[in-house]
């Protein structure tokens, strides 16, 4: 069965930088699309960002400048760089796959599949 195993939270001062993994399992990661959502508390889960297979990126506008999204197929392994954290940045952080992948106007979309990994916490306080 497909397995989402996310690791890199913690805590972090404002402005500081965290680098979140997600190993897959149980799957042919190079034919699925990976993404990464976040749950703050109190609030809806949302998308972050997306990549697909062939390194293909959907991008949340209000992250994209200090976030990015990478992929190492050979390790099954995505990523989420995250740089100038701000403490509204705090939230559980979780990988997710299995979703569709469509485009539109120029854009790549990712919408939410079945599989999600346990998540990891990542708190911005000074």
């Known amino acids: 069965q497909v397995q989402l195993v996310e690791s890199g939270g913690g805590l972090v001062q404002p402005g500081g930088s965290l680098r979140l993994s997600c190993v897959a399992s149980?799957?042919?990661?190079?034919?699925?699309?990976m993404a990464w959502y976040r749950q703050a508390p109190g609030k809806q889960r949302e998308k972050v960002a997306a990549i697909t297979g062939e390194g293909n990126i959907d991008d949340e506008d209000s992250v994209k400048d200090r976030f990015s999204i990478s992929r190492d197929n050979a390790k099954n392994t995505v990523y989420l760089q995250m740089n100038s954290l701000k403490p509204e940045d705090t939230a559980v952080y979780y990988c997710n796959t299995g979703g569709h992948v469509g485009y539109y106007e120029g854009e790549y979309i990712y919408t939410v599949g079945d599989y999600w990994g346990q998540g990891t916490q990542v708190t911005v306080s000074a």
């Open positions: 149980g799957l042919t990661f190079e034919n699925y699309a």
